[in-house]
């Protein structure tokens, strides 16, 4: 199932557990990894993206790497809430990977991005590994995000 309410997916998650949180691209897939009582999100993998199938078991491969229980997907709105066709790009990928079986959590994703590089920057990293990390980099604040907004309630 797919939800864009936090209460919502919620409900599916009674017991918590690992999360997967995706920063859908159009030439990559940031992924990042929570732990299972929800206190932070890491940077994982990074998926290059090619044909949808190739994507798909790339993105079930990773998941079976840790008991997963649930996906947030990055969903980028306009600056004023409205959805973009990049938004329905992400929505279409959301049911693309329903049938994986997890409940699956569509979360604004407006700054992510910026937040990373700008954190990045201030770290002094390179411009060559800020490409390589950024968008694993925002997938983590994207899941951050998410899981707080779960444990705030």
């Known amino acids: ?8 997916f919620l409900e599916q998650l009674p017991e918590g557990g690992v999360l ?21 999100a890491s940077p994982a993998d990074l998926i290059r993206r090619s044909k949808f199938s190739k994507d798909k078991a790339l ?14 997907i990055g969903l980028p709105l306009n600056m004023d809430g409205s959805e973009s066709p990049r938004s329905q790009s992400s929505r279409a990928f959301a049911r693309n990977i329903a049938d994986l079986g ?12 910026q937040a ?4 990045m920057i201030a770290a002094d990293m390179s411009r060559a590994k800020r490409a390589e990390k950024i968008d694993s980099g925002a997938a983590a604040f994207i899941l951050q995000g998410a899981i707080d907004a779960l444990t705030i309630g």
């Open 59 to 72: 993105l079930s491969a990773a998941i079976a790497t840790r008991p997963t229980r649930g996906i947030v």
């Open 1 to 8: 199932m797919i939800f864009d309410a936090v209460a919502d």
């Open 116 to 119: 990373v590089e700008r954190d």
């Open 20 to 40: 997967i949180g995706l920063d859908i691209g159009t030439k990559t897939i940031g992924t990042a990894f929570c732990d299972a009582g929800w206190a932070f």
């Open 102 to 113: 997890l409940p699956i959590l569509l979360r604004d994703e407006r700054w992510s991005t």
